[in-house]
C-alpha cells in the first residue's frame, strides 16, 4: 500500500539552529500539506501545495518558515531558527488532484516528524 | 475561533459495547466532515466521512451521524474493540477556491477500550 514518506521521525535541536524536514508524497497526489501539531490539539495547516505551486501559506510564519516543492514532488519545510515552541510533531499529507467541489478526496498522512527544541 | 469542538478529551468504554464520539462546527460553510484515528507515532489515518448532503453513514462497525440543526455530528463504534484505543480527530472539509480541501480539525478525543 502506498505511503506517505517523511523523514526524519525525531529531531532534536537547539535553538537559533536550523532545522529541515523532508516528505515524499504518495505517487501521483497532485496535493501536497504540511501541517504542525501541537501536544493535545489537532493538526493545524501551515502550507498548502497544488504541484509545485504554493495554494495557501498565510498560516506559515514566514519570518522563519519555509516550505518548497520544486519538481511538484517531494517536498522540504525549513525553519531558521528555531525557537523553543516550534516543539511539536510535523505532519505531511498528500491527496489526489482535486476534482468537484463533491469529490470526497481524502488526505493521507505521514508518520510525521517529531521536534523537540531545547 | 475554534470552528471544529471536540468537548471530551477522553472516554473510557468496555469492550463489546458502543462508543460515541461527539464533534460540534460554529461555519456552516462545509461540504464534508471527515473522521480520522491516530495510534501514538504513527499519522492520523482515516476513518470515515459524510457528505453535507446526508445524514448518516456506515462503514462496518463505524456510522456517522451528521445533524445540521445542531450543528453537531457523532461516530458510533460499534462493538468497541481494544484495537479501537487511539485519538479520534472530527475535521471539516471547507475553504475557498483550491483551497477548499483544507481540513480543519478539532482537537481529538482519546477513547479507551477495556477488555
Known amino acids: 500500500e502506498a505511503e506517505v514518506a517523511q523523514s526524519p521521525r525525531y529531531k532534536i535541536t537547539e535553538k537559533s539552529q536550523a532545522v529541515a524536514f523532508w516528505c515524499d508524497p504518495i505517487?501521483?497526489?497532485?496535493?501536497l500539506y504540511w501541517y504542525r501539531q501541537i501536544l493535545g490539539q489537532g493538526p493545524e495547516l501551515l502550507v498548502q501545495?497544488?504541484?509545485?505551486?504554493?495554494?495557501?501559506d498565510s498560516q506559515l510564519p514566514k519570518d522563519r518558515f519555509s516550505a518548497e516543492r520544486l519538481k511538484g514532488v517531494d517536498s522540504t519545510l525549513k525553519i531558521q531558527p528555531a525557537e523553543l515552541g516550534d516543539s511539536a510533531m510535523y505532519l505531511c499529507a498528500s491527496s489526489p488532484r482535486t476534482v468537484g467541489v463533491l469529490a470526497k478526496n481524502i488526505q493521507y498522512f505521514g508518520a510525521g516528524t517529531r521536534l523537540s527544541v531545547l | 475561533d475554534q470552528q471544529v469542538k471536540q468537548n471530551s478529551p477522553s472516554l473510557s468504554v468496555q469492550e463489546g459495547r458502543i462508543s460515541i464520539l461527539n464533534c460540534d462546527y460554529t461555519n456552516s460553510m462545509f461540504d464534508y466532515f471527515l473522521w480520522y484515528k491516530k495510534y501514538p507515532a504513527e499519522g492520523p489515518t482515516f476513518l470515515i466521512s459524510?457528505?453535507?448532503?446526508?445524514d448518516k453513514n456506515e462503514d462496518g462497525r463505524f456510522t456517522v451521524f451528521l445533524n445540521k440543526s445542531a450543528k453537531h455530528l457523532s461516530l458510533h463504534i460499534v462493538p468497541s474493540q481494544p484495537g479501537d484505543s487511539a485519538v479520534y480527530f472530527c475535521?471539516?472539509?471547507?475553504?475557498?477556491?483550491?483551497?477548499?480541501?483544507?481540513?480543519?480539525f478539532g482537537k481529538g478525543t482519546k477513547l479507551s477500550v477495556i477488555p
Open positions: 475535521a471539516k472539509r471547507g475553504g475557498r477556491g483550491a483551497g477548499s480541501y483544507q481540513l480543519t
Open positions: 459524510i457528505s453535507s448532503i446526508k
Open positions: 501545495f497544488q504541484d509545485e505551486s504554493v495554494v495557501d
Open positions: 505517487s501521483g497526489h497532485a496535493t
